[in-house]
């Protein structure tokens, strides 16, 4: 419902919702950042659908917050009218649930002048396409427009180095992902002089903009299923092209087959590869912090026991 996703919206952004209550017409949620609280009323008829209206003195500092968040949310929910830009950058990534293989951010930069190039092409969110296809889309998107995409591909050992360093400042893996989104974004401004960005949503605002202290005047919006831009669409496509190419790389180089995902065939696999190159090796092929890896520890010794 429209009143989870608020709830959602508001827990990722680290606020506490305090009460709910109904009211004529609807409820009135009362939330808080544990310093200043304000009110939200959501209507709905089936004439004019939901509305919202913030509660509170114009002065309140939750006020702007909030308004940002319905903004975003209002623009997931209607994926047509995330902006109305003329021109602008798209960033998404590819790899970050995976245990084998790279981790990928890649940036597109779109106008409404090649829009219906994109959709020619078939560009659309990389999640609704087969492998094939997104080999596809994203040798034709090289080839129709290889001057605008940018790309950070961090194979499996860069990216062990770089988490461990990460994780040593005290860092989660958001940051190390907004440090890479910021690249592609400062890489791309360069080339064209673009300065508004629409991301998909994986992390805190904050958290971005602290990665493009070399920007300047960046516009930044970052909504959930971004995917359904036709920029974001593009950067998701070649990001899972170059995913996909890791895994490839990497069954050349270690003859064995690598698959995406992070359920048990990972595990399986995992294991046949420690038993085959041994398990320190293993930082050359898949991303060592995920709980798999323990797992796979945990297995072997089982199976040694068993011995």
Not at 46 to 57: D, E, L, W, Y
Not at 106 to 113: H, K, L, N, Q
Not at 169 to 197: P, S, Y
Request: a positive charge; charged letters at 30%; aromatic letters at 8%.
């Amino acid at each position: 419902t429209y009143i989870e996703q608020i709830k959602n919206a508001l827990s990722f952004q680290r606020l506490e919702m305090l009460s709910e209550r109904e009211i004529d017409y609807g409820k009135q949620l009362e939330i808080s950042d544990g310093e200043n609280s304000i009110t939200l009323n959501i209507y709905y008829s089936v004439k004019k659908g939901i509305s919202t209206v913030i509660g509170g003195a114009e002065t309140n500092p939750l006020r702007s917050l909030l308004t940002r968040i319905l903004q975003e949310l209002e623009n997931s929910l209607n994926p047509a009218n995330i902006h109305s830009w003329e021109s602008w950058l798209g960033t998404d990534e590819a790899g970050k649930g995976e245990f084998f293989g790279a981790l990928v951010v890649a940036g597109f930069f779109a106008d409404r002048d090649i829009v219906p190039k994109l959709q020619k092409i078939g560009v659309r969110d990389s999640k609704k396409l087969t492998s094939s296809l997104i080999e596809s889309v994203a040798h034709k998107l090289y080839k129709e427009f290889n001057e605008r995409i940018c790309v950070i591909v961090l194979r499996p050992e860069t990216y062990n180095r770089l988490y461990r360093e990460f994780t040593a400042k005290r860092k989660k893996l958001n940051e190390l992902m907004a440090w890479m989104h910021g690249r592609v974004i400062l890489d791309l401004q360069k080339r064209t002089g673009e300065k508004k960005v629409l991301v998909d949503k994986f992390t805190s605002d904050s958290n971005l903009i602290r990665s493009l202290k070399g920007l300047e005047q960046v516009e930044l919006l970052q909504v959930p299923k971004a995917e359904q831009d036709l920029g974001v669409a593009a950067s998701s496509i070649i990001a899972r092209y170059h995913y996909l190419a890791s895994l490839k790389q990497l069954k050349s180089k270690f003859r064995m087959d690598f698959r995406p995902g992070s359920g048990d065939q990972s595990i399986s696999t995992g294991i046949h590869f420690v038993e085959k190159y041994s398990l320190e090796r293993l930082y050359e092929v898949a991303k060592v912090h995920f709980k798999n890896y323990d797992k796979i520890k945990a297995k072997l010794q089982e199976n040694k026991e068993n011995l």
